[in-house]
């Protein structure tokens, strides 16, 4: 019912940047807090940036001060801008939304993931 799409992968040097996007589309009612998680290889899928429907923003402390999550409301896209990436940032990105959609029941929906490679 509800899908999640995520863009902005790919391979970066080390202390570059890059722009992750997801934008949600189907049969929404309202979006609830939206955010990205990562998973590197070998390693257990981690919260990176959560942002609510107010704007209220949780980071890792890993990402404090490098990554921005930021959202658009009227696209139901969430952003998450990362700069001074690091070789430790290498993972797969998911994106995450809690979605109140038709059935008037609030879901978590999950994007199909993003590769990021920091390259040292």
């Known amino acids: 019912q509800v899908q999640l799409v995520e863009s902005g992968g790919g391979l970066v040097q080390a202390g570059g940047s890059l722009r992750l996007s997801c934008a949600a589309s189907?049969?929404?009612?309202?979006?609830?807090?939206m955010g990205w998680y990562r998973q590197g290889t070998g390693k257990e899928r981690e919260l990176v940036a959560v942002i609510t429907n107010g704007g209220s923003t949780t980071y890792a402390d890993s990402v404090k001060g490098r990554f921005t999550i930021f959202r658009d409301n009227a696209r139901n896209t969430v952003y998450l801008q990362m700069n001074v990436l690091r070789s430790d940032d290498t993972a797969v990105y998911y994106c995450?939304?809690?979605?109140?959609?038709?059935?008037?029941?609030?879901?978590?929906?999950w994007g199909q993931g993003t590769q990021v490679t920091v390259s040292s």
């Open positions: 995450n939304a809690n979605v109140r959609d038709v059935s008037w029941i609030n879901r978590d929906y």
């Open positions: 189907g049969r929404i009612i309202s979006m609830n807090a």
